[in-house]
């Protein structure tokens, strides 16, 4: 459920700042930034959801999942296939990311 929540939350973020960077860098309406920034405070709340007593470690092992989640983006919707550093640095990032978030902690 974690996963599930940490993806979702990577795709609002992507597609928030995505907004910004449409309206930005490509020239688009400030309509763009309306659904962005909705975009963006769903992604703060889901990340209220993740089930640990600090909201750093949610942050941190959430970026692994971040990292993942912009170079499918990169690959679905920029249309730039990642290489292999990519999907080599992503894997370990999504490794360290679950380390973070299973490690059995003590009391």
Do not use: H
Not at 51 to 74: P, Q
């Amino acid at each position: 459920m974690q996963f599930l929540i940490y993806a979702t939350a990577a795709l609002a973020e992507i597609a928030g700042c995505f907004a910004v960077w449409s309206w930005w860098k490509l020239g688009r309406s400030m309509l763009w930034l309306v659904p962005g920034l909705g975009s963006l405070f769903l992604f703060a709340w889901l990340l209220t959801l993740i089930d640990t007593n600090a909201a750093g470690r949610a942050y941190a092992a959430y970026g692994g999942v971040y990292i993942a989640a912009s170079l499918g983006w990169l690959w679905l919707i920029e249309g730039v296939r990642p290489d292999k550093w990519d999907f080599l640095g992503a894997a370990i990032c999504v490794a360290g990311a679950g380390v973070i978030l299973f490690a059995p902690r003590g009391a």
